[in-house]
């Protein structure tokens, strides 16, 4: 059974950064494909940064893809988001999200198996 805890959401004022944290526990197979997906208030839940844990080969979706940095450390089987120049916009909950296989197109949140409670992030202008 696989569990994917995330960690590091606050609030932060325009122009900040965060970085979040997804430790993932269990089938190490299963969480082959790690992403991070989010869901603002209203909205539905989108996904905005995926990464291929054996290479490292990330993949971005959405408009604020260039002020995200998806990234892997396997010895600690965790996930990071490194979120740049925060805009209010930004304000929601962010999701971990992990699969063991690759399906397109990634970023619907039908692909993943296994999810996280989530991190609530707020970004005050």
């Known amino acids: 059974q696989v569990q994917l805890v995330e960690s590091g959401g606050g609030s932060v004022q325009t122009g900040g950064s965060l970085r979040l944290s997804c430790v993932a526990s269990?089938?190490?197979?299963?969480?082959?494909?790690m992403a991070w997906f989010r869901q603002a208030p209203g909205k539905e839940r989108e996904g905005i940064a995926r990464?291929?844990?054996?290479?490292?080969?990330?993949d971005y979706y959405g408009s604020g893809k260039d002020r995200l940095t998806i990234s892997i450390d396997n010895a600690k089987n965790t996930a990071y988001l490194q979120i740049y120049s925060l805009k209010p916009e930004d304000t929601a909950m962010y999701y971990c999200a992990a699969n063991r296989w690759n399906s397109y197109p990634w970023f619907e949140p039908r692909k993943f198996a296994y999810w996280g409670q989530g991190t609530q992030v707020s970004v005050s202008s």
């Open positions: 269990g089938s190490t197979a299963d969480t082959t494909y």
């Open positions: 990464i291929y844990r054996p290479g490292g080969t990330t």
